[in-house]
């Protein structure tokens, strides 16, 4: 029975590197459609949004049944609640994911935002894809070392995330009331998404250093 439940929390570990994979894959081709106004990508990535969700609600279901089934204790216990937790940081993140490619889609065929903010929404897009790759890697090796990369990361998104506030709320801001929410909308979403691979990150480190440090969002 040891042996079966062993298995079981590798399966629960599998299948997190999996969904986080789809993460992946999905901020990456949003972020494409929202820079170059691609709207098939964006189509593609509000589509398979839903292999996502399926995915953490069947990652969801196995976690539930171990825990009825076996009742682990100390570190088990919080291997397969921590793996709850992490779904559901996933599952929002292949939302937010999503919620760019829909503005992406929206304002089809023009460019969600102004010429003056495209660098910038680029450079966020490039940080979120990253750090997307470098949390499925977490998620696969619980390395250390690259939680604190994601950390890093996301440190550079805030700075940008906080620039475009400052653009927008600058008396020499020139865009309308459309431009100023799709620019402070797309922005918000950029940064939560690396918000919540800080989160998760923290877990894993916590799983694999009993180290803990509270997560901030």
Partial sequence: MRE???QELRDVQDRLVEIAGLVA????N????????????AESVIADDSKIDAAANELDELAIEILARQNPVARDLRIVVSA??????LERMGDIAR???Q???YRFPEKVVPKSLRPTFKSMGELDVQIARKLTELLSTQDVDIAEHIRNEDDKVDELHLSVFDQVLAETWSGGASDTVDATLASRYHERFADHAVSIAKK?????TGDWTPAED
Avoid: M
């Fill in 204 to 208: 894993v480190q916590y799983l694999a």
């Fill in 99 to 101: 919620h760019i490619a």
């Fill in 30 to 41: 949003a972020t494409t459609a929202f820079n170059e106004s691609n709207v098939a990508l």
């Fill in 4 to 6: 079966v439940f062993q």
């Fill in 84 to 89: 709850l937790r992490i779904s559901a940081s």
């Fill in 103 to 105: 503005l992406a889609r």
């Fill in 25 to 28: 894959e999905a901020i990456d």
